[in-house]
């Protein structure tokens, strides 16, 4: 579902924001179930922070109980970051990059092809510039270098008499890269966020939140969360003001921590948040192009939200990178005036329109195979296809879980090697880098619970396919692969109050464990049911609140087709009304 134009608060217009509403259709209406409710805190809340009785409910709902929880989660402030010092190995990490800085060293930073990637190694590429450092800026090619560091780079680290390699969302896995590198006559110093195996590569300094020993309080800090902190603690240890260091650099962590659906709670949500703000009005002329170009400019005026990031500009930056070369996304992001970006911002604007296409095309072929080879039943879904192209089989895993609820493997073949390459995307409970991990003797690859990368050699194909199958069996319960959908609360039409609705902004942003609201409403009065430019998404005039209400009813044109108003809806899901009059 697409967003609705914000509405604006009139004297004569009541306006309730963050809500989109879908009358449910039967499969949905079965496995939807309304989360459980604890009155009595829910008071204790409302009366001690003096909040509305709905914004309490959903506090207590998401574990913010207590006052001094829910006030830190609803007013949340740069100065409750963490102290970057605590990062794991955070001094010599330091060490080895101001020791370049004083020397005059070459710092080879290594990022990824992904928004958190290139984000992070923008954001590094900028600061230690910034900062007198001299850097030369690499994000991999998709296709020619694959996943994380090719040795080539390393080699071509040395060609170019870089003294420090410096890694940012990846290299937590790249053990004969490092040591390689180390052989060379180079120092490393690796940031990363991903899980962590069973040995650390031997770098001067392995920066990474989820090391056994780390006293980091948050380890879920995205690629570029890290560098924003790494960074942060450098611009401290050399005095620089952190105002202004924040000021500059917030919105490229807001960008890679919402694109790479990190959980939006504790420091990332301070991130999102305040990152939001500064994105609005970013001053990176690669930022403003881009939001020129995907007609976000004229909203981002009036604020944006982590819906812009993950649905406009996250699937742009990805786009260059998928159908493409990253390097276009990097070098946007590193441009210093409009001559530079306008084209680059137009041409990654073409890629994601190829990038569609493409899409569509693969998706439409994966659901074939699934379905001819009677996956769809299956725990786990494992499909490839040599021709499917390999910057796209990620989003396809995706779509693959939408369609199925089940983790989905999806795999094409490298054009240089003749091995099977792909991306997985799961449900909960089926942890992804565990389950590649678990079958080392025929998957190489790594990643998070819920997106992974994974290698194997194509003859192992129907090998791999059972090995995951039989893991999906020991892992996942028929339960587990139902879909369920969840509602906060249900309330009557009347008993919609839309100041409270309306302060429920107060929770953005929302996205990964911070999902939007959802109210459940039943006979609902639909007064008319108005016809749009898309006969499948009609608008209804419901009564609601007191007042009259718009919402859209996406996808379910041909449920009112002919229905004209004046009858009950039986269910509503509520998230985005528009009041009127």
Not at 373 to 393: C, D, M, S, Y
Not at 493 to 521: H, K, Y
């Amino acid at each position: 579902m697409g967003p609705l134009p914000q509405p604006r608060r009139e004297q004569d217009k009541a306006a309730c924001s963050n809500i989109k509403s879908q009358p449910m259709i039967s499969p949905i209406q079965r496995s939807w179930t309304l989360l459980p409710r604890d009155p009595e805190a829910e008071q204790a809340l409302s009366g001690a922070l003096g909040i509305r009785p709905l914004m309490a409910a959903l506090l207590v709902q998401r574990g913010y109980a207590d006052p001094e929880s829910a006030e830190e989660f609803l007013n949340p402030k740069l100065s409750q970051l963490h102290d970057p010092k605590l990062l794991p190995d955070f001094e010599p990490a330091v060490k080895e990059i101001l020791g370049a800085r004083e020397r005059g060293d070459l710092i080879f930073i290594h990022g990824d092809y992904d928004v958190d990637g290139v984000t992070s190694a923008a954001l590094l590429s900028r600061f230690l510039s910034k900062i007198d450092c001299k850097v030369h800026t690499h994000v991999p090619h998709r296709e020619r270098e694959g996943y994380g560091i090719n040795e080539q780079m390393v080699e071509e680290a040395v060609k170019l008499g870089a003294k420090l390699f410096l890694t940012c969302d990846c290299g937590i896995s790249a053990i004969d890269q490092v040591k390689r590198a180390k052989e060379a006559g180079m120092r490393v110093v690796v940031t990363d966020h991903h899980t962590i195996g069973e040995q650390l590569p031997a770098a001067e300094a392995v920066v990474n939140p989820h090391r056994s020993d780390s006293k980091y309080p948050f380890a879920e800090l995205s690629g570029a969360g890290v560098v924003f902190k790494l960074c942060a603690g450098i611009a401290e240890e050399l005095g620089l003001p952190l105002a202004n260091y924040y000021r500059a650099y917030l919105d490229l962590a807001a960008l890679g921590t919402v694109a790479d659906i990190m959980p939006l709670r504790g420091e990332n949500r301070i991130i999102a948040k305040f990152g939001l703000e500064h994105l609005r009005d970013s001053k990176k002329a690669g930022l403003r192009a881009l939001m020129r170009e995907s007609r976000l400019e004229e909203r981002a005026a009036k604020g944006l939200k982590a819906w812009d990031i993950s649905f406009v500009l996250g699937p742009r930056l990805n786009a260059a990178g998928r159908v493409d070369d990253a390097k276009l996304a990097l070098e946007l992001l590193m441009a210093t005036d409009e001559q530079q970006a306008a084209p680059l911002a137009r041409r990654i604007e073409e890629l994601n329109t190829q990038r569609k296409t493409e899409q569509e095309q693969i998706v439409k072929e994966a659901i074939e195979q699934v379905l001819l080879t009677g996956q769809a039943e299956n725990p786990v879904i494992f499909v490839w296809n040599e021709k499917w192209h390999g910057g796209l089989v990620g989003i396809v895993a995706g779509k693959l879980v939408e369609t199925f609820h089940r983790p989905a493997f999806v795999a094409t073949v490298d054009a240089e090697s003749g091995k099977l390459r792909g991306s997985a995307r799961s449900i909960e409970g089926f942890h992804l880098a565990d389950a590649v991990r678990a079958h080392a003797e025929i998957m190489t690859g790594g990643g998070h619970a819920m997106a992974a990368g994974f290698g194997a050699q194509k003859e192992l194909s129907e090998t791999v396919h059972g090995a995951l199958k039989a893991y999906g069996e020991s892992q996942l319960t028929p339960e587990m692969l139902v879909k369920r959908h969840f509602a906060d609360i249900e309330m009557s039409p009347e008993q919609i109050d839309f100041l409270s609705v309306e302060e429920l902004e107060r929770m953005e942003p929302f996205g990964e464990a911070n999902r939007e609201p959802v109210v459940w409403l039943r006979k609902v009065p639909v007064v008319e049911v108005k016809q749009t430019k898309n006969p499948a998404h009609p608008q209804l005039v419901v009564k609601v609140g007191g007042g009259v209400a718009k919402a859209p009813a996406f996808n379910l044109g041909e449920r009112f087709e002919g229905l004209r108003g004046g009858f009950e809806a039986e269910q509503l899901r509520v998230k985005d009304f528009e009041v009127m009059g």
